[in-house]
């Protein structure tokens, strides 16, 4: 089992940048795929952004592609969304989630392990 803590949320103009952070506990982080999902009011949660286990591989929704970087570092139990270039679109609730797999879903129903979710404002 794995709990997730996100923080690095906040108000920001449009154009700035954010670096979300997920802070994992356990000593087996590094079996977990994770992967950052958004929540916009009165919206359906949806992908971000994705890692394997090793760092290796990474994926990402095309409304983020070359704008946003996920990274891990597994000797910190650590993920890291940095986000550049930020709109007011992605304004929205940052869920940070987990799931013991090789792979590297993309789907919110293929996790199983969530984050209490960090705000994140883009003003126009």
């Known amino acids: 089992q794995v709990q997730l803590v996100e923080s690095g949320g906040g108000l920001v103009q449009t154009g700035g940048s954010l670096r979300l952070s997920c802070a994992a506990s356990?000593?087996?982080?590094?079996?977990?795929?994770m992967a950052w999902f958004r929540q916009a009011p009165g919206k359906e949660r949806e992908f971000v952004a994705a890692?394997?286990?090793?760092?290796?591989?990474?994926y990402y929704a095309d409304s983020v592609k070359g704008r946003f970087t996920i990274s891990r570092d597994n000797a910190k139990n650590t993920v890291y969304l940095q986000m550049n270039s930020l709109k007011p679109e992605d304004t929205a609730v940052y869920y940070c989630?987990?799931?013991?797999?090789?792979?590297?879903?993309?789907?919110?129903?293929?996790?199983?392990?969530w984050g209490q979710g960090t705000q994140v404002t883009v003003s126009s």
């Open positions: 890692i394997s286990r090793s760092g290796g591989s990474t």
């Open positions: 356990g000593r087996t982080f590094s079996v977990y795929a």
């Open positions: 989630a987990a799931k013991n797999t090789p792979l590297v879903p993309t789907r919110s129903r293929e996790y199983n392990y």
